[in-house]
């Protein structure tokens, strides 16, 4: 896996054949393009309910687009695949054109939206990637790798560890083993620790440390639970900091996992603003944005899901248009069959000093929700 260079922006032709069920507001025509006009009619898949940043990336996009007269099926599948492939079949028989799917496990979807595509609809990912298909027309994501980046980076100068500082003991979580970002953030933020780990500057007294990034799967939590994060970080530090060792740094993919941690070490009896360890996340979820206010958590990696639903939002308008469909990468997001045109945007790091200035300032929660 490597890391995405490209800033340019390419254009993909759509090649529309006369027949391709494009989408327009309902009612009118569309200039169409080489087009044909046809009734908008959007599904849209999300994961689940049970984590905040779904719930606004879902409930986001569908007012945008019912803003502009599309009729908008929103489903969530709880998590369960055989839910959100039976979800995708009823947008399917319930006429949608274009399908947009944030898929629980990327490998699982191939043959529902192969028939999607018997029926001319056109397949966006949104921010996972499905694999092994050709049926994935485009992918909007942010920068995945630069994630996992940005933690590590983080990381490295809290702890001054280009100085040459430690050892620290660290404990390295990735994310849910079906999930194509997961390697990503764990592949980022591995090619920044693993050398210093090498080195013996960083520690992993419970030996769950993957000697390379292939081997991120063994130290992934199935569903990114909150829960199961919790769990497993008991365990290791029951079994492992058994001689009045701390725990100093947890390297955690993202909020969800990070709040898992955060119950565990308050149960091993760590105090924030002490022994607390350095934690990193992802999401800028309420619940760990004040975490990060009351010193339970380090960073977030902020990603504007506002502004993931804007550039879908533009690649639904072009392919309603029969216009050409904006990318900004055509090599990063290989899933298997193709290369699939995508639209990466960037992430921020976000500390406690930036949680007023960018979160709050930018209307991406209110002070009010975060305690402020
Ligand atoms: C998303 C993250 C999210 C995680 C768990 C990933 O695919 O990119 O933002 O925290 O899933 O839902």
């Known amino acids: 896996m490597t890391r995405s260079k490209h800033v340019s922006t ?5 090649g529309l054949a006369a027949g391709l069920a494009a989408c327009a507001p309902a009612g009118t025509t569309g200039d169409g393009g080489d087009g044909e006009a046809a009734e908008c009619n959007v599904g849209i898949s999300m994961p689940t309910r049970s984590l905040e940043r779904w719930i606004n990336d879902g409930e986001g996009l569908r ?10 099926d929103l489903q969530y599948a709880e998590d369960r695949t055989d839910q959100q492939i039976s979800q995708i079949q009823n947008q399917i028989a319930g006429g949608a054109q274009i399908l947009v799917v944030a898929a629980i496990d990327g490998e699982t979807l191939g043959p529902v ?4 595509k018997a029926q001319d609809v056109q397949v966006i990912a949104y921010d996972r990637l499905i694999n092994g298909t050709e049926a994935v027309d485009y992918y909007a994501t942010f920068d995945n790798y630069k994630v996992g980046q940005l933690q590590g980076e983080y990381l490295v100068d809290q702890l001054g560890l280009e100085n040459g500082d430690g050892p620290y003991n660290l404990e390295p979580f990735a994310g849910s083993p079906d999930d194509n970002n997961a390697e990503f953030f764990f592949a980022g933020a591995w090619d920044v620790l693993l050398p210093y780990v090498e080195e013996g500057q960083l520690v992993v007294p419970s030996g769950n440390s993957p000697a390379s990034n292939d081997e991120w799967t063994s130290i992934g939590i199935l569903g990114w639970q909150s829960a199961d994060a919790q769990s497993e970080m008991d365990n290791r530090l029951q079994s492992f900091y058994t001689g009045g060792e701390r725990v100093d740094v947890v390297l955690s993919p993202n909020d969800s996992l990070a709040l898992g941690i955060q119950a565990s070490l308050d149960g091993a009896g760590y105090t924030p603003g002490t022994d607390w360890p350095l934690i990193t996340g992802q999401d800028a979820d309420v619940a760990n944005v004040r975490a990060i206010l009351a010193d339970r958590q380090s960073m977030t990696v902020w990603k504007d899901t506002r502004e993931l639903g804007t550039q879908v939002e533009t690649m639904i308008d ?28 960037d992430p921020v790091v976000v500390t406690k000093d930036e949680v007023q200035p960018t979160l709050v300032d ?3 929660v209110t002070a009010g929700d975060v305690g402020l």
């Open 10 to 14: 390419f254009i993909v032709t759509l």
């Open 63 to 72: 007012e945008k687009l019912e803003a502009k007269d599309c009729d908008v």
């Open 113 to 116: 939206l192969e028939e999607a």
């Open 318 to 345: 072009a392919l309603v248009a029969g216009d050409e469909v904006e990318v900004n990468d055509t090599e990063t997001y290989d899933n298997g069959i193709k290369v699939v045109p995508t639209y990466i945007l």
């Open 362 to 364: 930018s209307g991406f």
